[in-house]
Structures are given as structure tokens and as C-alpha cells.
């Protein structure tokens, strides 16, 4: 049956790596024989200058009617620097997770063998990491209200607020999650200092006598930070609020390798949505130098999480660690002998293309 992808490239370096994502997935359709139909559509600065809108009514319709979406990244320069613009790319960011309902982001960090004497981090303590980020995605500070700044422009205030309901759901798939993995939970929060942190304790605490063999465990943020540096191997499944997620991963991705190497799925209540963690990266623009594989990978998880296509998604990641044992990485991976996003792109494609011959 034909699945429909909606495919929102966005803005700065979005559309390069997106483009890469799409020509492995085309490939995947040939050699696997799936019909994959995509639609782009428009989000972020781009659709601000098209249309006003960041996340335009038009865009929502695309992705309530597809299968799946794969996204690439928003943001510009020309609003980052103007702290008093009324519309921001961001905004149709929040607005599209918000609407849709992608509630949850789920982040695989791994090491990769080929990448380990490249890293800046030590191979002994990075070698054999792999544990995922359960990221809360539309709650938190990022979505509170109220917000703003005072009558006379000197004072500004965001809200953090979480419901129990908003922590259930998320903490489930984190559970579960644990139970196909080494089963351990450890709930990243500031219980020392934050009500939202302490009702997160609370909720999760009670919801994992459901799960009685996974082991949950709780670590402060400004603790995790340091620690998923210093001992990456102890985490298996990390579950934690919007804001404290979006930069532990940042982070952690230098365990990888790169920002640009993280996938992610948004996972939502009728819909999900694949994205690279990183974002538009405006440096690069244009300049055939960002790494594909975040968004290459979020492709994989979008065949394995919204189309069970387990074998497919595998094949993506098998070409992409062939990819870096033949040393096709871009710039940010190896300096000295870096290949062009698209070349990348190509070998990735080549490598699931000869899959027919086999
Ligand atoms: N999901 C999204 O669409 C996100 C959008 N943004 C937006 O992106 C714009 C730039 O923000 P930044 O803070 O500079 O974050 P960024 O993630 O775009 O880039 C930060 C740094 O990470 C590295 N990097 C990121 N992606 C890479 C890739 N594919 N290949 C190689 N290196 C890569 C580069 O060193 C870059 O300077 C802003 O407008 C921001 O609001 C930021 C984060 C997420
Ligand atoms: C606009 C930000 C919330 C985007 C971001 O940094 C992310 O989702 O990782
Ligand atoms: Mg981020």
C-alpha cells in the first residue's frame, strides 16, 4: 500500500541533509518495492517569507494527511539576531509539535567504533555507549504561559509547567522502552529546586510499580550534564523534560561524534515526525559540508517506528557505519579528508541500491 510522507525541509542546511534522507529513502522504496509518495511543504523562515506564517494552515494539512513527516531544521540568522521580531521561524517549530501532538522525542546516543580515535573524548570511556533520551516535547518552559516582558521592558518571564498527564504519557514510552533494552530508567530533573521537577519525581515514581523490572533512578541535570560526559555507559534510558533534554542531547551528540550525527523521532498521539536533533546551522548553508547522517537516520527510525519496516530500517543503518568505515564523512566527522554532504548522501544510496544484487 502507497505511505505517504510529508517532508518539511525547512531552512539553512534542512533542505541539503533532507535531500539526502529522501534519496536513501527512494532507494529503500526500490530495492524493498514500497510505494512512498512525498509532499513537501512549508515551515520556518521560509514559510514566513511565503506566507506570514511559520507553520502555515496548508503545512498542517499536508502532515494531518500523511503517513509520516521528515523534517530538517528551521531558523535564520536574520531573526536570531533581531531579538524584537513578532513572527519567529521557532514558532512554527512549537506550533507544529503542539498541534500535532508530538509529545514525545526519543534520542539514540550511540558510539561508533570507526569514529572512536577521531573523538575529543576518550575511547576508553566512550567505546560501547548507547542509551536513548525520552525528551518531553511540548510542555515545559518552551510552551508556558504566561510569558513576556514587563510594561517598562525590564523584566521578562517564561513559565515552566508540567500536568501529571503530560508526564505519564511520555514516562510510559520510556518505561517501555527500558523493558526491550537493559531496563533501567534514571529521570533527569532539579527536584532540588523546581514544583515541576518534584510533581515529575512523583508521577514517575508512582507509575513504575507498573513496570516492576526496570530500576528507576533520579539524577539532578546539572549532574547528568557532567556525568553522561565522564561515564556515558551507565545510562540506558534517560526520561526528562522538554528544556533539560534539548540540551543533554546537544551535548551527548559529542559522544557520537557530531550534532549532525543525532536522529530523533516526535512521537504524537495520531501522527509522528523525524528529525536530525540539530539545527539549520546557517554557517553551512549551501556549502555542501553538513553532515546527512541525523537526518539519513531519522529516516531509518521513521520506517521502523511508523511503518515496522525493521529490515529497511536496519539497511540504512548498516550503509551508514559502512559509510564511516570507509571514511565518507563530512568535515565536522574528519577535517582532513572530508566528503561533501552530498557524496555522503550518494554512497549511503549506493550501498542500499546494491542490496538488490545480493
Ligand atoms: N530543530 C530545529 O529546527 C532547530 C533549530 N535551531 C535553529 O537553528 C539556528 C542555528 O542555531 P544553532 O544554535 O547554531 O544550532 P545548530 O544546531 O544549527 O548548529 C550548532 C553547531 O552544531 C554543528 N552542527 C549542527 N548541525 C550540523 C550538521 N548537520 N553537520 C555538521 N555540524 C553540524 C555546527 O558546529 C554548528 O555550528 C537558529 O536559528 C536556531 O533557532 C536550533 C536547534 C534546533
Ligand atoms: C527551537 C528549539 C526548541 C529547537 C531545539 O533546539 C530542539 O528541538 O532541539
Ligand atoms: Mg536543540
Same mark, same amino acid.
Request: aromatic fraction near 8%; hydrophobic fraction near 40%.
Given at each position: 500500500m502507497k505511505k505517504h510522507i510529508a517532508v518539511l525541509s525547512g531552512d539553512g542546511i534542512g533542505p541539503e541533509v533532507t535531500a539526502q534522507a529522501l534519496k536513501v529513502l527512494k532507494a529503500v522504496g526500490e530495492v524493498y518495492g514500497h510505494e512512498f509518495a512525498y509532499k513537501e511543504a512549508l515551515v520556518g523562515a521560509c514559510a514566513i517569507d511565503a506566507t506570514g506564517n511559520p507553520f502555515p494552515e496548508e503545512t498542517e494539512q499536508v502532515c494531518q494527511q500523511a503517513d509520516a513527516i521528515l523534517f530538517g531544521a528551521i531558523g535564520h540568522p536574520k531573526y536570531d539576531n533581531d531579538p524584537k521580531a513578532k513572527v519567529r521561524p521557532e514558532q512554527g517549530l512549537l506550533a507544529m509539535r503542539k498541534k500535532l501532538g508530538l509529545f514525545s522525542n526519543v534520542r539514540p546516543v550511540k558510539s561508533y567504533k570507526a569514529l572512536l580515535p577521531i573523538s575529543p573524548l576518550k575511547e576508553e570511556i566512550i567505546d560501547g555507549t548507547d542509551f536513548v533520551v525520552f525528551r518531553e516535547l511540548t510542555g515545559g518552559i518552551y510552551f508556558g504561559q504566561p510569558r513576556g516582558r514587563s510594561e517598562d521592558g525590564k523584566n521578562a518571564f517564561d513559565t515552566c509547567a508540567y500536568s501529571t498527564d503530560e508526564i505519564t504519557r511520555v514516562s510510559r514510552l520510556a518505561f517501555e522502552a527500558a523493558q526491550n533494552r537493559r531496563k533501567k530508567v534514571t529521570l533527569v530533573d532539579k527536584a532540588n529546586v523546581l514544583a515541576t521537577s518534584r510533581l515529575w519525581r512523583e508521577t514517575v515514581k508512582e507509575l513504575v510499580s507498573e513496570y516492576p523490572d526496570v530500576e528507576l533512578d533520579f539524577m539532578f541535570v546539572d549532574n547528568a550534564a557532567m556525568k553522561i560526559i565522564q561515564n556515558p555507559r551507565d545510562f540506558d534510558v534517560v526520561l526528562t523534560e522538554n528544556m533539560f533534554g534539548d540540551i543533554i542531547t546537544d551535548e551527548a551528540s559529542v559522544i557520537s561524534g !557530531?550534532? @549532525?550525527m543525532l536522529p530523533s523521532a516526535s512521537i504524537g498521539l495520531n501522527q509522528s515526525l523525524y528529525e536530525p536533533i540539530? @539545527? !539549520?546551522?546557517p554557517q553551512a548553508a549551501g556549502k555542501n559540508i553538513a553532515n546527512p547522517f541525523g537526518a539519513i537516520l531519522s529516516a531509518a527510525m521513521l520506517l521502523e517506528y511508523s511503518f515496522g519496516m525493521i529490515e529497511e530500517s536496519k539497511a540504512i543503518n548498516d550503509a551508514v557505519m559502512q559509510a564511516m568505515d570507509e571514511g565518507f564523512v563530512t568535515e565536522d566527522i574528519n577535517k582532513d579528508q572530508a566528503k561533501g554532504t552530498e557524496e555522503v548522501g550518494d554512497h549511503v544510496t549506493e550501498y542500499i541500491k546494491q542490496l538488490t544484487t545480493v
Amino acid at each position: 500500500m502507497k505511505k505517504h510522507i510529508a517532508v518539511l525541509s525547512g531552512d539553512g542546511i534542512g533542505p541539503e541533509v533532507t535531500a539526502q534522507a529522501l534519496k536513501v529513502l527512494k532507494a529503500v522504496g526500490e530495492v524493498y518495492g514500497h510505494e512512498f509518495a512525498y509532499k513537501e511543504a512549508l515551515v520556518g523562515a521560509c514559510a514566513i517569507d511565503a506566507t506570514g506564517n511559520p507553520f502555515p494552515e496548508e503545512t498542517e494539512q499536508v502532515c494531518q494527511q500523511a503517513d509520516a513527516i521528515l523534517f530538517g531544521a528551521i531558523g535564520h540568522p536574520k531573526y536570531d539576531n533581531d531579538p524584537k521580531a513578532k513572527v519567529r521561524p521557532e514558532q512554527g517549530l512549537l506550533a507544529m509539535r503542539k498541534k500535532l501532538g508530538l509529545f514525545s522525542n526519543v534520542r539514540p546516543v550511540k558510539s561508533y567504533k570507526a569514529l572512536l580515535p577521531i573523538s575529543p573524548l576518550k575511547e576508553e570511556i566512550i567505546d560501547g555507549t548507547d542509551f536513548v533520551v525520552f525528551r518531553e516535547l511540548t510542555g515545559g518552559i518552551y510552551f508556558g504561559q504566561p510569558r513576556g516582558r514587563s510594561e517598562d521592558g525590564k523584566n521578562a518571564f517564561d513559565t515552566c509547567a508540567y500536568s501529571t498527564d503530560e508526564i505519564t504519557r511520555v514516562s510510559r514510552l520510556a518505561f517501555e522502552a527500558a523493558q526491550n533494552r537493559r531496563k533501567k530508567v534514571t529521570l533527569v530533573d532539579k527536584a532540588n529546586v523546581l514544583a515541576t521537577s518534584r510533581l515529575w519525581r512523583e508521577t514517575v515514581k508512582e507509575l513504575v510499580s507498573e513496570y516492576p523490572d526496570v530500576e528507576l533512578d533520579f539524577m539532578f541535570v546539572d549532574n547528568a550534564a557532567m556525568k553522561i560526559i565522564q561515564n556515558p555507559r551507565d545510562f540506558d534510558v534517560v526520561l526528562t523534560e522538554n528544556m533539560f533534554g534539548d540540551i543533554i542531547t546537544d551535548e551527548a551528540s559529542v559522544i557520537s561524534g !557530531s550534532l @549532525g550525527m543525532l536522529p530523533s523521532a516526535s512521537i504524537g498521539l495520531n501522527q509522528s515526525l523525524y528529525e536530525p536533533i540539530h @539545527g !539549520s546551522y546557517p554557517q553551512a548553508a549551501g556549502k555542501n559540508i553538513a553532515n546527512p547522517f541525523g537526518a539519513i537516520l531519522s529516516a531509518a527510525m521513521l520506517l521502523e517506528y511508523s511503518f515496522g519496516m525493521i529490515e529497511e530500517s536496519k539497511a540504512i543503518n548498516d550503509a551508514v557505519m559502512q559509510a564511516m568505515d570507509e571514511g565518507f564523512v563530512t568535515e565536522d566527522i574528519n577535517k582532513d579528508q572530508a566528503k561533501g554532504t552530498e557524496e555522503v548522501g550518494d554512497h549511503v544510496t549506493e550501498y542500499i541500491k546494491q542490496l538488490t544484487t545480493v
